[in-house]
């Protein structure tokens, strides 16, 4: 109660809307010290982006057990989510459906929120949507960590190693770079990341 009272003397929403929102974290399991590590950023973030608040709620929690972040992190992830909805055409709806393609997968190979988020907003300006940027990625991933007999051999032809292209080992940027500077062609992306995958490595590619 006195938390939910003070986030609505420090925020937009009113006490009532901010017990709604503790209400939401109390349901994902969350207790009274996560939620006030993480119930301000999340009201800020629902302001700023005029999205639903309950939405939002459940899209913080969601990306914190995603990638593994504790509670005081909701900063974090809220900033991060802002910075993207601010310099992209992301917004809530797209990548809370991302995510739910992307994040544990991501989160298993060690990437951070941060390049992930990146990423998925050069693919929404790539005129992706929420579930086509996902899924795009995370089919991209998995070629990467699976590469079948094709592949492998067009990258002997790019004269790339496999190491070089290792997700579990390289964060997304290197891997981007590595095939950029090797010359990766249209045909070859095709080949390599399949019909779903390719135009969307193919536009990160292009976006650097």
Partial sequence: TDLARRMGSKTVFSASEAADALYYM???????????????????LASAT?????????????ALNQFGLEASEAERVTNVYAAAIGASMANMDKLSTSMGYIGPVANSLGWEIEEVTGALAVLYNAGYDGST?????????????NPTSSAIKVFDELGINLEQLDPTSNDLASILDTLSAAGMTTAQAMEVFGARAGPGMLALMSAG
């Fill in 50 to 62: 005029q999205s639903d608040l309950a939405f939002t709620t459940d899209t913080v929690i969601s």
């Fill in 26 to 44: 109390a349901s994902a399991g969350y207790k009274v010290d996560q939620m006030s590590a993480s119930i301000e950023a999340t009201l800020n």
């Fill in 133 to 145: 940027a996902g899924t795009s990625l995370r089919q991209a991933l998995v070629a990467l960590m």
